[in-house]
């Protein structure tokens, strides 16, 4: 068997028209009992990797054919969006992270008899006029 037979043979049709098409495979069909449950989910998920192959070589052949500046223009409007998201996202997690920790510094206040909210503010005023240091609460 020559190399271009063998890819023949094994490259399935690429029939959009009817991508989930069962009857040309019985093993594909649900109702046969010649495979069991999971080697039918195995079938299933190989053919939905097919069809996203198949739509993703269709895109790639699409930007193959479109002009690259539209391709560098698509790409930069990209590029944007997800700095703009990554600085959300980050902006997100240090804001939790320091509202638990505030909220654990309060708890091991609490805790150790610190008051009955856990926070303090200190203020030292001992550098004006001889002033003593006072907490808020």
Do not use: C, W
Not at 27 to 55: K, T
Not at 62 to 82: C, F, H, I, M
Not at 109 to 127: I, N, R, T, V, W
């Amino acid at each position: 068997m020559s190399h271009d037979n063998f890819l023949r043979s094994t490259t399935p049709s690429r029939d959009t028209s009817n991508p989930t098409s069962n009857e040309s495979n019985p093993l594909l069909g649900s109702s046969s009992g010649l495979v069991s449950e999971l080697e039918q989910e195995v079938l299933d998920e190989y053919s939905r990797l097919l069809e996203n192959v198949n739509r993703l070589s269709d895109t790639l052949a699409n930007l193959a054919d479109s002009p690259a500046s539209l391709t560098l223009d698509g790409l930069r409007l990209l590029e944007r969006k997800t700095a703009t998201v990554y600085t959300l996202l980050k902006a997100s997690v240090y804001s939790i992270v320091l509202q638990q920790q505030i909220i654990n510094d309060g708890e091991a206040a609490a805790a150790a008899g610190g008051g009955d909210d856990g926070y303090e503010y200190q203020h030292d005023d001992s550098a004006m006029q001889g002033e003593e240091n006072t907490i808020m609460r």
